[in-house]
Structure formats: C-alpha cells, structure tokens
C-alpha cells in the first residue's frame, strides 16, 4: 500500500500547534496533531495567561464555551526587600468586559478543549506519542518518525510545535543545544482556596482576577520574577528565573519557591490554601538574538520551540497562537502553488517579522543582556526605593526637609552620583 | 511543606526504562560544581557514597539537566515513551 501523505503533520498540541492544527482543518486541509501527552495540556505549564484579541482570531467567540478561570482586570508590580514592599498596579473593571484583554488559564484544561476544537474541525488527533524525529527526502522533510510501531507518518510540511526544549527542531539541524542564559527555569504550584476568600484577599468581584509580578530580594540577586495570578478557585503561585544564575548563584528551585510562599508579603495571601500539584518548566527567554532559523524544506518552526516569548511582558501564548496562525497561512498559500520548499515556506517568517512577534522581540533584543550585567536592579534599586519610602512613610519628629536629605543621602551612599546617572541612561536604551 | 511531600502530590504514569541516562558515571566524579544536584527542580539526582545517582521516577522533565551539564555533557536526555511521564493535573 502507498504511504498516505498528509497536507500537514503538527508535533505537539499546546497553544501554537493546536492553533495551526485547527485553522488548516478549518480551511479543509487534511491535518494529523501529534502529542506525546496521555492528554493534550498534560506536560504544559506556564504562568498563565491567555490574551483575548489573539485568541480570537483563531477562534472567535472562545470566550463562551472555553475553560477559562478569571479575566485579568488588574496587573501588579511588586518591589520587595526582605520585608517590605513597594506595590504599584494598574486596575479596570472594563477587561472584564467584552473584548477583554487577558484570561488566566490552567493548561491541563485549557489545552484540552483548544484540541477537542481542532478534532471537531477534522483534525486528526493522536496523543500518547512521541516523534521521534524527522524524515528526509534528500534535504527536504517528509514526514516523521513516531515511537509507535511502524510509526511512520507522511506529509508535505511537518510542524515543530513541540515546546522550548524542541528536541524535534534540534534533530531537523534547525538549532544547536540551548544556552544556559538563554532559558528560564521556573517552579509553580497550584494552590486551592475557596473563590469567596480570593476575591476578598485580592479585593476582587464575580469573574474579575490580578497578577502579581514580583521582583527584588526574593530572587537573591539572580534574573528573574516571582508571581501570584489568581484561577477561579486556586492561586498559581511561584518564581522563575535564568537557568544561568540557578548554576552561579547555586541555588535550588525548591527552596526558593518555599522561601518565597513565607515572604510577610506573600504568606498572608496563601493562608489556608492546600498545594495541590508542583511543577517545573522551563521558559525561553533568549530574545530576539536567540531565535534559531524557523524554516526549512518542509519544515516550520513555531511557539516555544522557535523561542517566541516574550518575557519581559509575560507573553508567550499569544505568540504561540499567532505564530500558529501564520504556519497554517503558510501551509494553504504552499498547498495552492504546491510547492513546500524552502522559498515559499519563508512566507512564514516574513509574516511574523512584518507583525508584533518579530517587532517586539526586536526591540527589547539587548534587554536580557543588560539586564545580566546590572543585577544592581534586582538587589540594590528595590533596596534603596524601599528604604526611601521607609523614611518618608515613618512619622517621628524629623522635619521633612531632613527626611528629603536622609534619602538623598542614602542613595548616594548606596550608588554614587554616577552610577546612577549611568544606570538611568544605560536602563532607558535598554528599553527603547 | 517539603519537595518529597509536593511530588507526593503529582500524578506520573511511569514508565518500567528510564529515559534520561548518565552516559559515564565515572565522569560525573571529575566534575567539581555537580550542578545537577542543586538545579533539577525535582531533585532527582543525588550524591551516594560520592557518586551522582539518577532517578527517573519523579522527573518533571523539564529539560534542565541536559542544558546545565554543558561542562562534561554527560547527560542522554530524551522524553518518555508517549503517554509515560508526569502528567498535570492544573498544568
């Protein structure tokens, strides 16, 4: 019997290739959706967000029927010192309404139900397998090889949607071993608590939910953030930070999540909530200079495995999904001219560079490493911003004029006039 | 709450081979910083009678190990067989 040649073989069913999976079924290609999973969702973590306008253009009206947990209508920034904090949020009802902007999800569930669509589209679905590589035709991909037996499947792309560590890309020759620095390692774990006593300790209402960033002294001085976002009925609650500084500063995920749980800021939030599950995954946070080449003959690259993510602003499923959507409008302009190769696959590339994927990870390209070699912002900023606010905060007969003085002073003790004028500067074209 | 308790609380469908191996374990005692012990999120190496012993079982396979080790590259590092592994609940 002739091998069957499918339009299109997607490795991995998270947010990027589910996306892919169903707008190529949607659009009548014949579409298989690999996940090594017993259930799509199942080895997927993240923070997690998913933002509504992205979404959408994948599946309008998701909203009504997806597991979604609460709609973000608040974001906060925390600065910590050992124990204090500097709060700073931004809050408005309105992203609780139509066409909202970000919802928290858990991936086990949510995952799930973004697959169940893409097998109501006709995608075909096979999970509890593994891909073990790609096949070639000369130098173009063909099709892949799976862990099941006589697990050879055909088609005329093959999609590599299948995550940060993208053992699949790697194998296709696309990028080499990830570097240290270029990847975050962060810990989560989900603990449960009633919705009435979340909404009250978070000052929410109904539907409404808030993350929490938070930066300073409960990283020691490694790159990275500790966050809180709230579900419907239980707390994601955890930190991350570059695996780099995991080695360097020898410390272990383990013992920083717990540290951070008995934060004075943290602890109160978490009073009476059980762990229900711990989890680790790593996230990559690379940047722009870190992409690896996202097309070959055959071959497209997309989500975590292209290391589209942008961590600054904690967005990853967004370029995941849109990423997605730009692989399956690849795939159907392809299938028109029946040609798979390499020239009319860049197609894919030139829609990403042209949108806000591309746009953004360009412009914050020298953020991460800037922020590598001024850890300065992580211990001492958060240090002498708290230590301002202390002086001005505490009322005990010290003419304010005075108090101005003490903090000025202090900063200057702590950073000199220089440095600061450096940091400033050296921060702005960082962010630019 | 400590980390045996919270993997305790973690579903896994394991597998009876493991699917990450050190490739020589004798390299693993010429290694002086043995990152590997204090990064894997699940504690799944240890030192016995100064010697890096693996686990699988409670692996969260999350790629870790295999970056780290770059110094000795000591590390064969695949997935479980599909369907095999941890399996989140939340997620």
């Not at chain 1, 892919?20 to 079924?25: C, E, G, K, V």
């Not at chain 1, 070639?136 to 037996?149: A, F, H, L, P, S």
């Not at chain 2, 699940?42 to 016995?48: I, S």
Request: charged share 25%; with cysteine; aromatic share 10%.
């Amino acid at each position: 019997m002739k091998n069957k040649i499918f339009d299109a073989i997607i490795v991995g069913a998270g947010p990027a290739g589910a996306s892919a999976a169903y707008l190529l079924a949607k659009a009548g290609l014949e579409v298989v959706l690999i996940e090594r999973g017993e259930a799509a969702g199942s080895k997927n973590v993240m923070g997690g967000q998913i933002y509504s306008i992205p979404t959408s253009q994948i599946i309008p009206g998701f909203e009504k029927e997806a597991p979604l947990e609460r709609c973000v209508t608040e974001k906060r920034l925390w600065i910590l010192t050992k124990d204090s904090k500097i709060s700073m949020s931004y809050k408005n009802p309105e992203f609780s309404k139509p066409p909202y902007n970000a919802f928290t999800v858990l991936r086990a569930k949510f995952d799930k139900w973004f697959v169940s669509k893409a097998k109501e589209a006709g995608v075909l679905y096979i999970p509890e397998t593994l891909v073990e590589g790609v096949i070639r035709d000369g130098e173009k991909v063909i099709g892949v090889q799976t862990g099941r037996q006589q697990g050879q499947l055909f088609a005329n792309v093959v999609v590599a949607a299948d995550g940060v560590n993208s053992l699949l890309a790697k194998n296709a020759g696309l990028h080499s071993e990830i570097k240290p620095e270029n990847v975050a390692l962060a810990v989560k774990e989900i603990i449960d608590m009633p919705s009435n006593v979340i909404e009250q300790s978070f000052q929410l209402e109904g539907n409404q939910g808030l993350t929490i960033e938070m930066v300073g002294e409960l990283t020691k001085g490694m790159l990275g953030t500790g966050f809180i976002y709230t579900n419907k009925n239980t707390l994601s609650v955890g930190v991350g930070c570059i695996l780099s500084d995991w080695v360097k500063f020898e410390m272990s995920p383990y013992d920083l999540i717990e540290e951070m749980k008995s934060h004075p800021a943290v602890r109160p939030l978490l009073r009476g909530g059980q762990t229900r599950e711990y989890m680790a995954h790593l996230i990559p946070e690379g940047g722009y200079n870190a992409i690896p080449r996202l097309y070959d003959h055959g071959l497209l690259v997309i989500g975590d495995a292209g290391m589209l993510v942008n961590g600054l602003h904690q967005e990853g499923s967004n370029l995941a999904m849109t990423s997605g959507k730009f692989a399956a409008e690849t795939i159907i302009e392809a299938k028109k001219k029946d040609d798979f190769s390499r020239k009319t696959l860049s197609l894919y590339k030139k829609k990403l560079d042209r949108s806000f994927v591309m746009k953004d990870l360009k412009k914050y390209r020298n953020t991460y490493p800037y922020l590598e070699n001024h850890k300065v912002l992580f211990t001492l900023y958060p240090q002498i911003m708290n230590d301002a606010a202390r002086e001005f905060v505490r009322v005990d007969g010290t003419p304010k004029k005075t108090k101005q003085w003490n903090i000025i002073k202090n900063t200057l003790a702590k950073r000199n006039l220089w440095n600061l004028i450096k940091d400033g500067f050296s921060l702005w074209r960082a962010f630019k | 709450m400590n980390l045996e308790d919270k993997l305790f609380l973690d579903r896994y469908i394991v597998d009876d081979e493991a699917h990450i191996k050190i490739i020589d374990p004798g390299l693993c005692a010429l290694c002086d910083r043995k990152q590997c012990l204090y990064t894997c999120p699940a504690q799944c190496y240890k030192l016995e009678e100064k010697k890096v012993v693996f686990s699988y079982e409670g692996c969260l396979e999350c790629g870790t190990c295999r970056i780290i080790c770059d110094e000795k590259k000591n590390i064969e590092w695949n997935y479980p067989r599909g369907g095999f592994g941890i399996s989140y609940k939340y997620g």
